[in-house]
Nanobody, 116 residues
């Protein structure tokens, strides 16, 4: 069964850091492009970061470039999103996404709240 499970969200003060995890099962993250999306209240889901399959090519939304880093641990079959210098506007539910064998697969999301 193909599955993605996010974790690591929580409440953090502005300027703080969090690391989100996306644990995959049923497929190998090395062979699949993995993306992080987020959806803030009242807004549409947006792409935050993406890491290509079988390599280290990454892409980021302009709003997070220089603050967020996406990475992959093949041994753990997990993709991470390191988020630094967090801002209140980063508050959202964060989802990871992959399309192994063309199957559009989403996790249930993890909530990140940036507030003092």
């Amino acid at each position: 069964q193909v599955q993605l499970v996010e974790s690591g969200g929580g409440l953090v003060q502005p300027g703080g850091s969090l690391r989100l995890s996306c644990a995959a099962s049923g497929f190998t993250v090395w062979l699949s492009a993995i993306s992080w999306f987020r959806q803030a209240p009242g807004k549409e889901r947006e792409l935050v970061a993406r890491i290509a399959s079988t390599g280290e090519i990454t892409n980021y939304a302009d709003s997070v470039t220089g603050r967020f880093t996406i990475s992959r641990d093949n041994a753990e079959n997990t993709v991470y999103l390191q988020m630094n210098s967090l801002k209140p506007e980063d508050t959202a539910v964060y989802y990871c996404n992959a399309m192994p064998w063309g199957m559009d697969t989403w996790g249930k999301g993890t909530l990140v709240t940036v507030s003092s």
